[in-house]
T-cell receptor, first 110, second 114 residues
Framework: EDQVTQSPEALRLQEGESSSLNCSYTVSGLRGLFWYRQDPGKGPEFLFTLYSAGEEKEKERLKATLTKKESFLHITAPKPEDSATYLC???????????FGQGTELSVKP | NAGVTQTPKFQVLKTGQSMTLQCAQDMNHNSMYWYRQDPGMGLRLIYYSASEGTTDKGEVPNGYNVSRLNKREFSLRLESAAPSQTSVYFCACNRVRGTNQPQHFGDGTRLSIL
């Protein structure tokens, strides 16, 4: 069964303390992996698409990487404004359907 | 700003009442989706519309109906609301049916069924 698992469920960091979030997946024939950021009371906001193992994408303090079994979202020197829930998702079947992980809730304290 | 607009933002219903959640996008995207988000369950697909005139069931379609009114609008209807349908509902869209196009989300409708 296709599945996406994120860890940890919650992560508390001090400002400037770098860390990584994990997204592992079991899908046949990966056709891409998406990372989203979700703020409280808002919808998910698209961050990155990764298409193949070895690919990396960067945006400000965030860097996403992809292997054949998992993806990492590295956060370098985070700031309080990076606090949010981070979601990953992979396509399943036809029609653009996505399977989402349950998210990692990141809290960055000043 | 271009994007996905959902109405209403909040709603409280009594068990058995009906309601339609509205979604409109001005991104000129072809495919549209309805999800529900529950604590510990993540985002789950209810229905989707790959293009105007077509709709298909997702992971959790029971108790819901949808209408793709035109290219811009995709509505979700609860015919007889149940407490289990208390959730946050998100509408999303993407450019084409292809699976490598990111979906763009609205800010949700928070629905409580008493």
């Amino acid at each position: 069964e296709d599945q996406v698992t994120q860890s940890p469920e919650a992560l508390r960091l001090q400002e400037g303390e770098s860390s990584s979030l994990n997204c592992s997946y079991t899908v046949s024939g990966l056709r891409g992996l998406f990372w989203y950021r979700q703020d409280p009371g808002k919808g998910p906001e698209f961050l990155f698409t990764l298409y193949s193992a070895g690919e990396e994408k960067e945006k400000e303090r965030l860097k996403a990487t992809l292997t054949k079994k998992e993806s990492f979202l590295h956060i370098t020197a985070p700031k309080p404004e990076d606090s949010a829930t981070y979601l990953c998702a992979v396509p399943r079947g036809q029609g653009g359907k996505l399977i989402f992980g349950q998210g990692t809730e990141l809290s960055v304290k000043p | 700003n271009a994007g996905v607009t959902q109405t209403p933002k909040f709603q409280v219903l009594k068990t058995g009442q009906s309601m339609t959640l509205q979604c409109a996008q001005d991104m000129n995207h072809n495919s549209m989706y309805w999800y529900r988000q529950d604590p510990g369950m993540g985002l789950r697909l209810i229905y989707y519309s790959a293009s105007e005139g077509t709709t298909d069931k997702g992971e959790v379609p029971n108790g819901y109906n949808v209408s793709r009114l035109n290219k811009r609008e995709f509505s979700l209807r609860l015919e007889s609301a149940a407490p289990s349908q208390t959730s946050v509902y998100f509408c999303a869209c993407n450019r084409v049916r292809g699976t490598n196009q990111p979906q763009h989300f609205g800010d949700g409708t928070r629905l409580s069924i008493l």
